[in-house]
């Protein structure tokens, strides 16, 4: 089983829409949780962490549910500039070993 | 811009030669993690470096290896390359107590 899991999408989805992106981990000892951007042949950059009690940055609402075990990331309004691929992140069983989802792609369309 | 850099951007190598990757970390972090990005895929995991030492290592052969400085930079060689080492190798920089990692902008590297 890998250690996280992602739909890859793709999400089309038209401007000003709200889109929803999901991720599930295998190891109930991870402790920590990212969001991570990457856009096409560029590095992943950091969107935002992700706390047990939810966190929002802008338009961006990250959720964590240990019980299930997994995270979410929701984008409201969604502008052209959203488009990219979407990365879960979560740490591993060695301090902070990163494992990555394979990503979600997605398009927002004018 | 997240401070950390790598070299070369690109390079092009030949089944069963070496490579040695370069990687600076941010200024105040002193940990290095190095992922190897295949196409269509998520960064996988190679190693983490820490104080010169290796740190965790994720699923890749002993032909992958890497060393940390005193200045906390990384090397990442991997001998004997095989095609399907073709990929976007990336390096992280962290610190122990600050969990989140910033990449540098990765090597393209392809091996023919």
């Known amino acids: 089983r890998k250690e996280v899991e992602q739909d890859p999408g793709p999400f089309n989805v038209p401007e000003g829409a709200t889109v929803a992106f999901n991720c599930t981990y295998s190891?109930?000892?991870?402790?920590?949780f990212f969001w991570y951007r990457q856009d096409c042949r560029k590095e992943p950059k950091l969107l935002m962490s992700?706390?047990?009690s939810g966190n929002e940055d802008g338009r961006f609402t990250a959720q964590l549910n240990r019980a299930s075990q997994y995270i979410s990331l929701l984008i409201r309004d969604s502008k052209l500039s959203d488009s990219a691929t979407y990365l879960c992140?979560?740490?591993?069983?060695?301090?902070?070993?990163?494992?990555f989802g394979t990503g979600t792609s997605l398009t927002v369309i004018p | 811009e997240t401070g950390v850099t790598q070299s070369p951007t690109h390079l092009i190598k030949t089944r069963g030669q070496q490579v040695t990757l370069r990687c600076s970390s941010q200024?105040?972090?002193?940990?290095v993690s190095w992922y190897q990005q295949a196409l269509g895929q998520g960064p996988q995991f190679i190693f983490q470096y820490y104080r010169e030492e290796e740190n965790g290592r994720g699923n890749f052969p002993p032909r992958f290896s890497g060393l940390q400085f005193p200045n906390y930079s990384s090397e990442l060689n991997v001998n004997a390359l095989e095609l399907d080492d073709s990929a976007l190798y990336l390096c992280a920089s962290s610190s122990q107590t600050v969990f989140e990692q910033f990449f540098g902008p990765g090597t393209r590297l392809t091996v023919l």
């Open positions: 992140v979560v740490n591993g069983k060695i301090g902070n070993q990163f494992y």
């Open positions: 190891n109930s000892a991870s402790q920590s």
């Open positions: 200024s105040g972090h002193n940990t």
């Open positions: 992700v706390y047990s």
